[in-house]
C-alpha cells in the first residue's frame, strides 16, 4: 500500500518515519521538538513528529510504545495505542509518561514511538433482545483462570 505523507514545517530536517528492519510491523516515529524536552518522573507530555498523513478508507494507523524506552527508561504512551482515523490530517502526536524513576530527556530527532498501519473493519450495529451463547457467558476479568507458569504433579 501507498501511504501519503507530509513533512510539516518544524521538521524539515528530520527523515521520514522508516521501519528498522525488513521484518518491522512499526515505522519509528521521531520527536520533533525545537529544544530538548525533560519528562520528571509521572509526568507527561504531548510530543510532535512533524508529519501527517493520509490513510485509505479502511484503515488505522496505531500510535504504540517502543519496547526500549518502556524497558529502560520507564517511558511508554499514556494512550496505547493511540489511534489514527484516515479522516484525520493533523499532525501525529505520541503522548508520553515518564512511569521511570529519572528525568528523561526527549531530543530533536529521537525515536519515541512508532507507528503501526493496520485494517480494519466498519461494524454494522445490530440490536438484538439476546446475545448467542458461548462458553465463556458473560463471565470477565479473570474468569478464563490465571496461568501462574508453575507446573504441578
Same mark, same amino acid.
Given at each position: ?6 513533512? %510539516? ?6 527523515? %521520514?518515519?522508516? #521501519? ?18 525533560? =519528562? ?22 496505531? =500510535? ?23 479522516? #484525520? ?6 503522548? %508520553? ?25 466498519? /461494524? ?8 448467542? /451463547?458461548?462458553?465463556?457467558? /458473560? ?13 504441578? /504433579?
Amino acid at each position: 500500500m501507498n501511504l501519503e505523507v507530509m513533512r %510539516l514545517p518544524h521538521a524539515t530536517d528530520l527523515p %521520514l518515519p522508516a #521501519y528498522a528492519t525488513e521484518g518491522s510491523a512499526g515505522l519509528d516515529l521521531l520527536a520533533a521538538v525545537d529544544k530538548e524536552i525533560e =519528562v520528571k518522573p509521572g509526568a507527561r507530555v504531548c510530543v510532535p513528529t512533524g508529519i501527517a498523513v493520509a490513510l485509505p478508507a479502511g484503515f488505522e494507523a496505531q =500510535v504504540r510504545p517502543r519496547s526500549g524506552l518502556a524497558l529502560h527508561h520507564g517511558v511508554t504512551l499514556l494512550n496505547s495505542p493511540g489511534t489514527i482515523d484516515s479522516d #484525520y490530517r493533523g499532525e501525529i502526536k505520541a503522548t %508520553l509518561v515518564n512511569h521511570g524513576e529519572d528525568t528523561f530527556r526527549i531530543t530533536r530527532g529521537m525515536k519515541i514511538a512508532q507507528l503501526v498501519i493496520a485494517r480494519h473493519e466498519t /461494524a454494522k450495529l445490530q440490536e438484538v433482545k439476546e446475545l448467542p /451463547a458461548s462458553e465463556r457467558g /458473560a463471565g470477565g476479568f479473570g474468569s478464563t483462570g490465571m496461568h501462574t507458569g508453575k507446573h504441578h /504433579a
